[in-house]
């Protein structure tokens, strides 16, 4: 068994142990007390007894009891021993201590008989109540074994859960990639052919928005500034493919620049934009992402001049579904901070914004 949890609730705490030294005391001198006075056929023997019994149990074999426990694993000889010699040391001291204020230590203890005294029985309830805790020491131990092993077995099937989720957010984001490569490509070999600086240029574009783009497929989480220079490189190089002007304008305050998101988040607008929003009359493509801290969410804007997607019949604009890479993106959104994000789309005519929630989390500081 590992090391013992430190979340787990110790019922064995010295707290609870008082508690049960509390419980065996008190049953110990009821006993004491209905013994002497069985024996001296005297019932005010009961009050006598109880309160000064009490006390030695207590103080003799509970407090010997909670210090072994406290100390060491002891074992259950040195629990049985150890309280009845602390519960009888206490009772002779509290003889002792009556004689001496009464005047009569011989009497008390040579006339006195020894039921009354306590000689015999204090002994044996020292050592059920080191028994007794012993006991209840062994079934904490059980419990803790059994809770241990139900926390690791949630651990278990929490890991696993988690790295289900985090290869289905894998096979999610190589899915978003590999129609723009080819088309890229594809276009890239005419333009060797055609136009060999041009295509020298969209080469440049292609290298640079590679070295961006390949983090993504290794991490969960990217800086912000790190996924608007992807966004840049993929416009450019767009841009220089289509032969169509494509601009982003950014507002995002510093602070906010290095906070972790979604690989591909703003990349998955920017190809909405594209593919439904470039304006029809073949002017540029303009872009505007903005980001703003609200109470506990990061909330991302981007917006475009084109016509946007067009609406599902009967939806609302932020219901609208954006096609299969929004889809996909609330779908990894999911995975990620569960029901904590959302993505909306609205008409802007004209244009599209595409508004991306998420929690908010404290912005990793910049690397030099």
Same mark, same amino acid.
């Given at each position: 068994m590992s090391a013992i949890d430190p979340t787990y609730p110790e019922t064995g705490s010295p707290r609870a142990l008082e508690g049960y030294t509390l419980v065996l005391a008190t049953i110990g001198a009821c006993l004491v007390a209905l013994v002497a006075a069985l024996a001296t056929r005297n019932p005010r023997m009961v009050m006598v007894q109880v309160v000064p019994t009490t006390l030695v149990m207590m103080l003799g074999g509970g407090a010997a009891a909670l210090w072994l426990l406290r100390r060491t694993k002891a074992p259950l000889w040195l629990l049985l021993v150890g309280p009845a010699a602390a519960t009888t040391a206490s009772m002779l001291a509290m003889v002792l201590m009556r004689a001496a204020w009464a005047d009569r230590a011989v009497d008390l203890i040579l006339a006195?008989?020894?039921?009354?005294?306590?000689?015999?029985?204090?002994?044996?309830?020292?050592?059920l109540i080191g028994a007794g805790l012993?006991?209840? &020491?062994? #079934?904490?131990?059980?419990?803790?074994? #059994?809770?241990?092993?139900?926390?690791?077995?949630?651990?278990?099937?929490?890991?696993? /859960?988690?790295?289900?989720?985090? #290869?289905?957010?894998?096979?999610? /984001?190589?899915?978003?990639?590999?129609?723009?490569?080819?088309?890229t490509l594809a276009n890239l070999r005419q333009l060797v !052919?055609?136009?060999?600086?041009?295509?020298?240029?969209?080469?440049d574009h292609l290298i640079r928005y590679f070295k961006l783009v390949l983090p993504s497929f290794r991490e969960d989480r990217l800086p912000l500034r790190d996924e608007l220079a992807l966004v840049q490189a993929y416009l450019d190089l767009l841009?220089?493919?289509?032969?169509?002007?494509?601009?982003?304008?950014?507002?995002?305050?510093?602070?906010?620049?290095?906070?972790?998101?979604?690989?591909?988040?703003?990349?998955?607008?920017?190809?909405?934009?594209? !593919?439904?929003?470039?304006?029809?009359d073949g002017s540029e493509l303009k872009l505007l992402v903005s980001a703003r801290h609200l109470g506990h969410s990061l909330v991302l804007r981007v917006q475009d001049n084109g016509a946007g997607p067009p609406a599902a019949p009967g939806s609302t604009d932020a219901s609208r579904p954006g096609g299969t890479g929004i889809?996909?993106?609330?779908?990894?959104?999911?995975?990620?901070?569960?029901?904590?994000?959302?993505? /909306?789309?609205?008409?802007?005519?004209?244009?599209? &914004?595409?508004?991306?929630?998420?929690?908010?989390?404290?912005? #990793?500081?910049?690397q030099r």
């Open positions: 006195r008989p020894l039921v009354e005294r306590g000689f015999v029985s204090a002994p044996l309830l020292g050592a012993w006991l209840l &020491e062994r #079934a904490r131990q059980r419990e803790r074994a #059994a809770w241990q092993a139900e926390e690791a077995a949630r651990a278990r099937e929490s890991q696993s /859960q988690h790295e289900r989720g985090l #290869a289905q957010l894998q096979l999610l /984001q190589a899915q978003i990639e590999p129609h723009f490569i080819y088309n !052919k055609l136009d060999s600086a041009r295509a020298l240029q969209m080469l841009s220089e493919r289509m032969g169509r002007p494509m601009r982003m304008q950014v507002d995002v305050p510093d602070h906010i620049a290095g906070i972790s998101l979604l690989p591909g988040a703003l990349l998955c607008f920017a190809e909405n934009a594209v !593919k439904h929003g470039l304006p029809e889809a996909n993106l609330r779908e990894r959104l999911r995975l990620l901070y569960g029901d904590g994000a959302s993505v /909306q789309l609205y008409n802007i005519h004209p244009g599209c &914004e595409a508004v991306l929630t998420l929690p908010w989390e404290t912005p #990793a500081p910049q």
